[in-house]
């Protein structure tokens, strides 16, 4: 996350703080949180909640994710740079006029950037969440913005119509949330990063439910992670799509691409 340009003696009183609090990258949130504090008193309120453990983000109001500026509030799951892998292959599956889902789709981060790479795309996104779902209508047209539980809350004229369905579900096995950061464990809702047993609770109902919403020829792509995907990707083909594993570790990202190919003519 770029920091702006500020004053360095005010920069440094509050970075001293952040340090002391074990924040790793203190100049940079110093910079960010003196740029989003409207006064001296605003300031002393982000930098005391930052000490306190709770994340940047939130507190700045946006996350920067795949060259945008997202929208997050407090309790919405934070978009992670390693989910800029996901955004960046649903994008390149997209094309203008396409009909794109993003699912489970948090603050609508990936949705924004397939939407702002791939102009004249049909964005749609659900959440169970209603906090997601308030931000994910501030970064997306919320018109298009559906809550619900995964496919039970999209429009039934959805079904069969979607070229991308691109998936951020929840895959931390339950007893894992525990090592999470606290930034996350403490701050994030259970919903977007609990994932059952073994992680693949949400994977196994997206796989099963999800071809019917695709378009001929369309793709899912879903987020897993490396020990995962080999489990991610026999679930799709089990489906009846043929699934590929792609990984970038630039970005520490797996996702899965899921398409319906096999069965149906490949799009032109």
């Not at 969440?129 to 931000?135: F, L, S």
């Amino acid at each position: 996350m770029s920091a702006p340009e500020v004053p360095d003696s005010r920069v440094e009183r509050v970075v001293l703080r952040l340090r002391a609090a074990g924040c790793v990258f203190a100049e940079e949130e110093a910079a960010l949180l003196l740029e989003a504090a409207a006064s001296p008193d605003e300031l002393e309120a982000l930098v005391a909640r930052r000490m306190a453990g709770e994340p940047l983000e939130p507190l700045l109001g946006f996350a920067e994710f795949g060259g945008l500026r997202i929208h997050v509030e407090p309790g919405v799951f934070v978009p992670r740079r390693r989910t800029e892998l996901l955004a960046r292959e649903a994008a390149a599956l997209t094309r203008p006029g396409d009909a794109v889902l993003d699912l489970c789709c948090g603050a609508g981060a990936i949705g924004a950037v397939i939407a702002a790479r791939v102009p004249g795309a049909a964005v749609f996104a659900a959440d169970v969440e209603p906090a997601a779902v308030r931000a994910a209508r501030a970064n997306l047209d919320p018109a298009r913005v559906f809550e619900g539980d995964l496919f039970a809350a999209l429009p039934a004229e959805l079904r069969g119509a979607l070229a991308v369905i691109a998936v951020n579900a929840p895959y931390v096995p339950t007893e894992a949330i525990a090592l999470m950061p606290p930034e996350a464990r403490l701050y994030e809702p259970a919903v977007a990063l609990d994932g059952g047993a073994d992680g693949l609770d949400l994977h196994r109902r997206i796989a099963a439910e999800g071809r019917e919403w695709l378009a001929p020829g369309g793709s899912i792509v879903i987020e897993t992670s490396d020990e995962q995907a080999a489990r991610t990707a026999a679930l799709f083909e089990a489906a009846g799509l043929a699934a590929r594993v792609v990984s970038d570790d630039d970005l520490g990202g797996t996702v899965v691409i899921a398409s319906d190919r096999p069965q149906h003519s490949q799009r032109p």
